[in-house]
T-cell receptor, first 115, second 115 residues
Framework: ETGVTQSPTHLIKTRGQQVTLRCSSQ?????VSWYQQALGQGPQFIFQ???????GRGNFPPRFSGLQFPNYSSELNVNALELDDSALYLC??????????????FGQGTRLTVV | AQSVTQLGSHVSVSEGALVLLRCNYS??????LFWYVQYPNQGLQLLLK??????LVKGINGFEAEFKKSETSFHLTKPSAHMSDAAEYFC?????????????FGQGTRLTINP
């Protein structure tokens, strides 16, 4: 089975620009969650997608948005980038069932630097 | 709201010594609890999880953790440290039956192994 893959691995953007990060779920998983990990911090939950709809959101502004596609892959979009958006962005996939969900499997992350 | 506190941002032990990483949680309902490990420039790898079954949980790489409801703790231990254990460790909590969705992470503990 394939794991969770994220692209790109690194990128540098200028303040005010927009960025799109991509995530391919682990085979068989139907739920994708995105996390932001600032340097020296634990990951912070951004939002989750299930069946192509947002299913929970953390304390992040609307300029953070996402999509989930029919094949369960996902995108994270950030508009009007700010310097504080510089972080490692982690995607995690899991399988949501009626009785609960499996544990999350994380990708390697995308390191975003805003200058 | 749920929260996690990891006591000690840095822990240093000698190779072969006991590893003890502390985690206390706050939750209004019995939670699910997880320990993840992160190596430099990598994503998160699940070490072990507690999902209301046995209170002593065994994970990968010789790690184990004990859920103590009375102490609201879920400390991670390993009897004998190995150089390859050097990494960042994160404790996380989620509501029950939501698997690893919407995880709330602690700030992390950096484990250093001295030869």
């Amino acid at each position: 089975e394939t794991g969770v893959t994220q692209s790109p691995t690194h990128l540098i953007k200028t303040r005010g620009q927009q960025v799109t990060l991509r995530c391919s779920s682990q085979s068989g998983h139907n739920t994708v969650s995105w996390y932001q990990q600032a340097l020296g911090q634990g990951p912070q939950f951004i939002f989750q997608y299930y069946r192509e709809e947002e299913n929970g959101r953390g304390n992040f502004p609307p300029r953070f948005s996402g999509l989930q596609f029919p094949n369960y892959s996902s995108e994270l979009n950030v508009n009007a980038l700010e310097l504080d958006d510089s972080a490692l962005y982690l995607c995690a996939s899991s399988l949501r069932l009626v009785q609960g969900s499996t544990e999350a499997f994380f990708g390697q992350g995308t390191r975003l630097t805003v200058v | 709201a749920q929260s996690v506190t990891q006591l000690g941002s840095h822990v240093s032990v000698s190779e072969g010594a006991l590893v003890l990483l502390r985690c206390n949680y706050s939750s209004s309902v019995p939670p699910y609890l997880f320990w993840y490990v992160q190596y430099p420039n990598q994503g998160l790898q699940l070490l072990l999880k507690y999902t209301s079954a046995a209170t002593l949980v065994k994970g990968i790489n010789g790690f184990e953790a004990e859920f103590k409801k009375s102490e609201t703790s879920f400390h991670l231990t390993k009897p004998s440290a190995h150089m390859s254990d050097a990494a960042e460790y994160f404790c996380a909590v989620s509501p029950p039956f939501q698997g690893a969705q919407k995880l709330v992470f602690g700030q992390g503990t950096r484990l250093t192994i001295n030869p």
